[in-house]
């Protein structure tokens, strides 16, 4: 096997982490976000009386304490809240 060919092959393997490393990448991501919306679900369910556990209720309390935050009845001014920079609240 010429320099080349190791070269070559040492690129091959390089790509192929590369590539193995991107799609666990985007896999972490994927359940991120499916994660964040089972959670959204959840807190609606819990929100309209649908869903009730001991274990939700002081993330529910947190989020309702954001979202009150951000509609401008808590300590974020106002400014932060008016310009809706990136706020995502369920409702």
């Known amino acids: 096997?010429?320099?080349?060919?190791?070269?070559?092959?040492?690129?091959?393997?390089?790509?192929s982490a590369a590539q193995k490393q991107a799609q666990i990448v985007?896999?972490?991501?994927?359940?991120?976000?499916?994660?964040?919306e089972l959670g959204k679900t959840a807190f609606g369910l819990v929100d309209r009386g649908e869903l009730s556990h001991g274990d939700l209720s002081a993330g529910v309390?947190?989020?309702?304490?954001?979202?009150?935050?951000?509609?401008g009845d808590g300590a974020i001014a106002?400014?932060?809240?008016?310009?809706?920079a990136g706020a995502d609240i369920v409702e």
């Not at 947190?62 to 935050?69: D, F, G, S, T």
């Not at 106002?78 to 809706?84: E, K, M, R």
């Open 1 to 15: 096997m010429g320099l080349l060919d190791k070269v070559k092959a040492s690129a091959e393997q390089a790509a």
């Open 26 to 36: 985007a896999t972490k991501r994927e359940l991120s976000q499916a994660y964040s």
């Open 61 to 71: 309390g947190h989020i309702r304490e954001l979202q009150a935050r951000l509609s």
């Open 78 to 84: 106002s400014t932060d809240a008016d310009s809706g």
